[in-house]
């Protein structure tokens, strides 16, 4: 019978497996109650400066009005909830 420490090493392994394939980061921030669901594209786009790129995507992700994205993206930016 394995050791829980055993157990737990693979299914860390079987999580990372998961991530990959899903193309899951774990590096990115869990969504907030109440926020949409955004993809690793935007964060992506988010972090490096690609402020009109994470426009679009959330606009594209929540059907938000253009002004509606851009404060929500902008609010991100300075760490503020959208």
């Known amino acids: 019978m394995d ?7 693979r299914l860390e392994q079987q999580v990372a497996v998961l ?7 774990p590096a990115l921030p869990e969504p907030r109650p109440g926020t949409p669901a955004l ?6 786009a ?4 690609k402020t009109i ?3 679009k995507i959330y606009r594209e992700s929540t059907g ?10 902008e609010a991100m930016e300075r760490g503020a909830r959208p």
């Open 53 to 55: 790129r994470a426009i």
């Open 19 to 25: 991530q990959r394939r899903l193309g899951v980061d």
């Open 64 to 73: 938000a009005s253009l002004l509606a994205a851009k404060n929500a993206v």
């Open 46 to 49: 988010l972090e490096n400066g």
């Open 3 to 9: 050791s829980l420490e055993e157990r737990i090493a």
């Open 39 to 44: 993809s690793a594209e935007f964060y992506r």
